[in-house]
T-cell receptor, first 116, second 110 residues
Framework: NAGVMQNPRHLVRRRGQEARLRCSPMKGHSHVYWYRQLPEEGLKFMVYLQKENIIDESGMPKERFSAEFPKEGPSILRIQQVVRGDSAAYFC??????????????FGPGTRLTVL | TQLLEQSPQFLSIQEGENLTVYCNSSSVFSSLQWYRQEPGEGPVLLVTVVTGGEVKKLKRLTFQFGDARKDSSLHITAAQTGDTGLYLCAGTFGNEKLTFGTGTRLTIIP
């Protein structure tokens, strides 16, 4: 049973380019979360999505960042016009359900974005 | 805004010794997870606790959730070099997003 898959594992972009990060959740999981880990900092929540819906985007920067989880295919985190401060590890997690007494999130290996 | 503090921040001990690391919150958890993260990898879920006073064991690891659900501890018995890593606590507070602690970086010396 494959775990959460993310690609690419490493991504290098020049300032002003676009970055697209992909996440395929675990089989049977319909909830996806994106987190960012800046150098020497902890993991910070960015956005929570279900199929075709953004549920909570309270952690997303207001500009240049967007996320989607289409009916078919992986979830995409898109960063437009990247700047050096976007350099970080981006992790995707998935879970089976919400509304339960607790929610276990399983993480992918991450995409390490470097902006030159 | 919830704050999760972990202590100690760094811990180096000899193989075979016991250790305990702590996670404290300014707010009551809905649920709390412990993860371990290796360099260059994503966090791996170790355990989830939800009930105040709950104790869970995973081989040599014992996880305890405080009665008031604002703190937790992870105790490792007879540490091994394979236990080396970054230990993260993370909690939910009435919604789905995880708030992560600052982490304890554990090094087991052979």
């Amino acid at each position: 049973n494959a775990g959460v898959m993310q690609n690419p594992r490493h991504l290098v972009r020049r300032r002003g380019q676009e970055a697209r990060l992909r996440c395929s959740p675990m089989k049977g999981h319909s909830h996806v979360y994106w987190y960012r880990q800046l150098p020497e900092e902890g993991l910070k929540f960015m956005v929570y999505l279900q199929k075709e819906n953004i549920i909570d985007e309270s952690g997303m920067p207001k500009e240049r960042f967007s996320a989607e989880f289409p009916k078919e295919g992986p979830s995409i985190l898109r960063i437009q016009q990247v700047v050096r401060g976007d350099s970080a590890a981006y992790f995707c997690a998935s879970s089976t359900m919400s509304g339960a007494s607790y929610n276990e999130q399983f993480f992918g290996p991450g995409t390490r974005l470097t902006v030159l | 805004t919830q704050l999760l503090e972990q202590s100690p921040q760094f811990l180096s001990i000899q193989e075979g010794e016991n250790l305990t690391v702590y996670c404290n919150s300014s707010s009551v958890f809905s649920s709390l997870q412990w993860y371990r993260q290796e360099p260059g990898e994503g966090p791996v879920l170790l355990v989830t606790v939800v009930t105040g006073g709950e104790v869970k064991k995973l081989k040599r690891l014992t996880f305890q959730f405080g009665d008031a659900r604002k703190d937790s501890s992870l105790h490792i018995t007879a540490a091994q070099t394979g236990d080396t890593g970054l230990y993260l606590c993370a909690g939910t507070f009435g919604n789905e997003k995880l708030t992560f602690g600052t982490g304890t970086r554990l090094t087991i010396i052979p």
